[in-house]
Nanobody, 126 residues
């Protein structure tokens, strides 16, 4: 069983940047696609970005496209989310998650992900 731990959240002004990291322990991530999701207070959890097990395929929510970049380092079993041009609407708890099934392609549906981290808070002030 894998454990996921997010880090890198914090408070940033609008227009600023943050880099989130997700580290795995218990086993390697290299056979699994990974995703980032977020949940703002009073709202449903929503998809942010996902990356295939190989790193060759990425998906982004329209709201973050061209601002956020997902990447992974399979040698270190880590996944990162570089967030630029942050806006107050990006304020949320951000979660990384592991896609169900080895070698499965990523999706945008939270139900397709089995393991989740505890989340890291991102707050963007105006």
């Amino acid at each position: 069983q894998v454990q996921l731990l997010e880090s890198g959240g914090g408070l940033v002004q609008a227009g600023g940047s943050l880099r989130l990291s997700c580290a795995a322990s218990g086993r390697t991530l290299r056979e699994y696609s990974m995703g980032w999701f977020r949940q703002a207070p009073g709202k449903e959890r929503e998809f942010v970005a996902a990356i295939s097990w190989s790193g060759e395929t990425t998906y982004y929510a329209d709201s973050v496209k061209d601002r956020f970049t997902i990447s992974r380092d399979n040698t270190k079993s880590t996944v990162a989310l570089q967030m630029n041009s942050l806006q107050p609407v990006d304020t949320a708890v951000y979660y990384c998650a592991e896609r169900r099934g080895r070698w499965s392609m990523p999706t945008m549906r939270a139900l397709d992900y089995d393991y989740w981290g505890q989340g890291t808070q991102v707050t963007v002030s105006s």
